[in-house]
Structure formats: C-alpha cells, structure tokens
C-alpha cells in the first residue's frame, strides 16, 4: 500500500521535499522508518516525532491511517 | 481610575466586556526571552492591559536582532533586553505594572519566580531552557504558552494547561540525536516570529478571558512560504510528567549547564595580548581576509573545530576570533561543551585586531 509522508523543519530539508507518496509493506512505524532511513540514511541520526492522521504516535504504533508526518522539535525564538 | 478609554475597543465586544478587561487588568503574565518571540507577545499583551507582566532575558541588544526585534531601536543598542522591552512597554502603556529580569533563567530562581505569576510565556531559543520551563510549570502548576521557530516555520502550543499534556509528552529530550536550530546563526525570516509570537499572544489573552478553544493537547505548526497550517494532537505521557514530578524536591539542586552565545565570555583584543599565557585561534575559513599574520596565530575553521582538538594547546587560554565575532562566540560555545573551558571571544572584529595587531 501507499501512504502519505509528510516533513516538517530540518527534516523537509533532508528528503528536499515536503511531502511524498510512500510505497510500503510495513505493519507499525518504527518498521517504517527503517524503510525511510534507507531513503534517507542521514535521518536516522535525527530527533523527530511521527504523527498518524494529525496525532502524535509511538514508534510502535500500528500504520492504520492515510497520513504520516516527521516534526521536528524547533529551538528557535 | 485607570482612563477605560484606552481598552474601549475591548469593551465592545461582547466575548470581554469591562469584566474580560478587568480580567487582563488582573492577571500577571511572565515571558521568557525578550527576543524574535518575545518583542510581539510582550507588545500585545501590553497593550491588552495585562495588568502585571515580567520580562526575563539576560542578553544585550545587538544591531543583527533589529531585523525581527521590533520593540527595540538603534538606541537600544547595548541595553539589556529586559529593561530595553521595559523602557518601551512602559511607553506604550505607563498603566500596568512591568518588571525586567535582567538576569538568565536557572533552576536555582525558576520556582520562586514562577509562584508570582499566572501564565508563563516561552519565547526562548535553545531546548535546555525550554525543558527547563517545562518543568518548573509542571511543579508549579502553571500553563506555558509556547513557541518556536525554525527558518520559515513555527510551532505554538499551550502546555500544562488544566493537567494537559506537558512539553515533555510531546519531545521525550532525546539528547542523543541531533536537535535542530539551537540557538545558534540559523536563519530566520524576519516577519516569521512575529507571526507566532502574536499567536502566542493570543493564546495568553485567550487563556485569561477564557474564551475560544486554547491550543491544550494540540500542536500548530505554521509555515509562512506556502500558509500550511498543520494541527496535530498532542497525547498526556503521565510517566514523563511523573518522571519531573517525581524530583521535584531536587529540582532547585540542578545545574542549568546549557551556554548559548550570551554566555560566551568576550574579551578586548588589548586584554588578551596582556595576558601572559594565551593560543590565539582564528576560526575564519582560510581562504577570508584580511590575513593576520604579524602574530603567532593557529587557524582552526569552526567547520573542522571537532576534528582538530589536537591543535589547541589545553595548557594556555585559548583565545579565538573570526570576521565578526560570531562564529568565535560559537567555538567559544562548542568547546565549553566539550569541557575547554579557558576560552573567550575576541570583542573586535579581525579588520580592528589587525589594526591593533600593527599599531602596537
């Protein structure tokens, strides 16, 4: 199946782009991201949080939903 | 008698009234960092007759904030933040009560402080500060409006709010990956803070008439290239709100370690040549002018300080420079956070230090 991933911050910078049609065969998200990482290799080493239809999850949350989304945490002020 | 004429416009709508206005009149609302986020929210809340408002920000004003700080001008150029957003508060509306904390926030003054006011208001810009609020909110049972900004996006959030969920529930501090934007010379379009500052400011006057829906439990994530506007929920972790609970007793015991630049200890060009013992570093890229070359001098690019620790002789102070003294204030910072502490930061910029260098 197909899933909708979308970036948010350092993370958009790193897949240069906001969002992208992600083909997928994973159950929960931290499988997920396994499959991202070896997209982006240089992720991996970043702080982010994955949110499941506009609601943050836990990396073993099971993929139920349409929408994913990577947000980092922002420093600035 | 406070002149109502001021708030009229407040008073005709129906969702405040003289009691929503006697409402803001009443409440004493804390900001954290007068800076990008701090200058709107402190501006609005200002003029919305917050009735007592505390300013904390131990920086000084510098030309390079004026692009995005809009509560300060030319001449405040030198001034602390603080008592500078004071000076033009006051201006703005000599009836409410203003008092500057010129002074860092720590985990030592954070509770007490805290105690004396209803809302605290996060316009900081580093992540150990902003934990740092999180928590002393959590043991004092107070809503944090926050913010932050990265680039051309920012994040608004209510924490705490009548047993929401924390700042913590939505970052676990995961300080082994990289965090981005922390403090630091990340870019930043001058309009973006504020735009969420004055979110911010909303959440705080929303807060205090208790009117719409405040921004508990939900994240909004703004950006200002293409106007997407996300709004993600925020889940309670009771174990990370537990975690800060648990040791609240010890809380006052912690350092607040974190250096961001204002931290950086500077020093004139003139008193570190009087110095007896000293390694001067220039930290420039080889390849920028003007050389300085009349002096025993080791280059180090901040873009290869990491990787070339070697070089830097621990038995001397360690004084470094670079064109403008930013990038030296950030080695300054870096190799604090490596434990090489004997270092300061050249006031001068490397064209004055050359200068000097050949007047001697």
Known sequence: MTINVKYFGLIAEITTCEKERILFTKKNVSEFLELLYLKYPSLKNKDFQVAQNQELVSQDALISGHELALLPPFAGG | ?360
């Open chain 2, 1 to 360: 008698m406070i002149n109502m004429n001021r708030y009229k416009r407040h008073i005709a709508l129906s969702e405040i009234g003289q009691a929503g206005q006697n409402k803001l009149l009443k409440a004493k609302v804390l900001v954290i960092g007068a800076g990008g986020l701090g200058c709107p929210i402190l501006q609005y809340i200002a003029a919305a007759g917050v009735g007592t408002i505390g300013i904390i920000d131990l920086d000084t004003v510098e030309i390079s904030n004026l692009q995005r700080q809009v509560l300060f001008g030319s001449a405040s150029i030198g001034l602390n933040k603080a008592e500078a957003a004071k000076i033009r508060l006051q201006d703005l509306n000599n009836t409410i009560s203003i008092t500057s904390y010129p002074k860092k926030l720590t985990h030592q003054n954070a509770i007490t402080l805290f105690k004396n006011y209803d809302i605290i208001v996060d316009g900081t810009d580093n992540f150990e500060t902003r934990y740092l609020i999180n928590d002393a909110a959590l043991i004092t049972n107070k809503p944090v409006v926050f913010g932050a900004i990265y680039k051309f996006e920012g994040q608004v959030s209510v924490f705490n709010y009548k047993n929401g969920p924390s700042y913590r529930c939505l970052f676990s501090n995961q300080q082994e990956k990289e965090q981005s934007g922390n403090c630091g010379d990340v870019g930043v379009l001058g309009v973006l803070p504020g735009i969420i500052g004055s979110m911010q400011a909303n959440e705080v006057l929303k807060i205090i008439l208790d009117i719409g829906n405040i921004l508990s439990g939900k994240l909004l994530i703004y950006n200002a290239l293409n106007y997407q506007t996300t709004v993600l929920k925020i889940n309670k972790s009771e174990a990370e709100i537990s975690k800060v609970l648990d040791k609240k007793d010890s809380f006052k015991t912690k350092t607040s370690s974190f250096n961001c630049t204002s931290e950086v200890r500077k020093i004139s060009i003139a008193e570190a040549l009087k110095k007896k013992n000293i390694q001067l570093i220039d930290v420039r890229e080889t390849s920028e002018t003007p050389k300085i070359d009349s002096i025993a001098i080791t280059s180090i690019p901040l873009s290869d300080l990491e990787n070339n620790l070697d070089k830097i002789d621990l038995k001397k102070e360690i004084i470094l420079f670079c064109q403008s003294g930013k990038r030296s204030k950030q080695a300054v910072s870096i190799l604090k956070q490596l434990n090489i502490n004997n270092c300061f930061s050249i006031k001068e910029n490397s064209s004055e230090i050359k200068k000097h260098l050949e007047n001697i």
